[in-house]
């Protein structure tokens, strides 16, 4: 008789939490803050509306999106959409639009609009000057220079692993043939 094996259960996408005194509702797989509710109980309403109906998650997106207003309002849409917990590697948020420059970039840190922390290894990251505030970056000296630096899984979404990382020496031909524990006919 064939086992069945169990799918590891996928955690809530939306919770409700409390911070600073506020209750918030928090989409967990993106790292940020939906909405905030006066009562705990309001909170929890709005985590089982979002849940139940993907129409009411699209609005609280656009409505969070409106909400982003002043001179980086466009910088914060882009780490909120394609960044983890409002933080996006400045390779990665250089490259999304080519109306951004390091020149921009570097005014809006210089305004204390965004913040610039860095990996341990040096990769820098833009995020908000919020989320600097939360990840409690710790102070790195190299050389002469002190940056401040977060872990890399605090800034940064886990990546999957390409379907060919069961079998590494697959060519790039036979890597689009990868199919579950079979890699390429091998």
């Known amino acids: 008789m064939p086992r069945r094996r ?3 259960q996928r955690p809530d996408r939306y919770a ?3 911070h600073d005194g506020r209750h918030q509702v928090v989409d967990q ?3 940020y803050t939906l909405g905030s509710h006066p009562t ?3 909170a ?3 985590v089982r509306e979002l849940t139940a109906n993907p129409t009411a998650a699209i609005e609280a997106v656009e409505d969070l999106d409106a909400a982003q207003t002043g001179p980086a309002a466009t910088e914060r849409r ?3 959409r394609y960044g983890y917990a409002w933080s996006l590697r400045q390779d990665e948020m250089l490259s999304l639009r080519g109306e951004f420059s390091q020149d921009r970039l570097e005014t809006l840190i210089t305004g204390g609009h965004l913040a610039m922390v860095f990996s341990p290894a040096g990769q820098p990251y833009y995020t908000t000057p919020e ?3 939360q990840l409690s970056p710790r102070w790195i000296r190299d050389g002469s220079e002190s940056f401040p630096a977060a872990d890399v899984a605090r800034l940064e979404r886990p990546r999957p692993a390409p379907p060919w990382s ?3 020496r697959a060519s790039a031909t036979s890597r689009a043939s990868c199919t579950g524990s079979r890699c390429g006919g091998a």
């Open 166 to 168: 069961c079998c590494p």
């Open 78 to 80: 882009i780490l909120r």
């Open 44 to 46: 929890e309403d709005a």
């Open 29 to 31: 797989l993106h790292g």
């Open 131 to 133: 989320r600097y505030t």
């Open 6 to 8: 169990t799918q590891p």
């Open 16 to 18: 409700a939490a409390e």
């Open 40 to 42: 705990a109980t309001a």
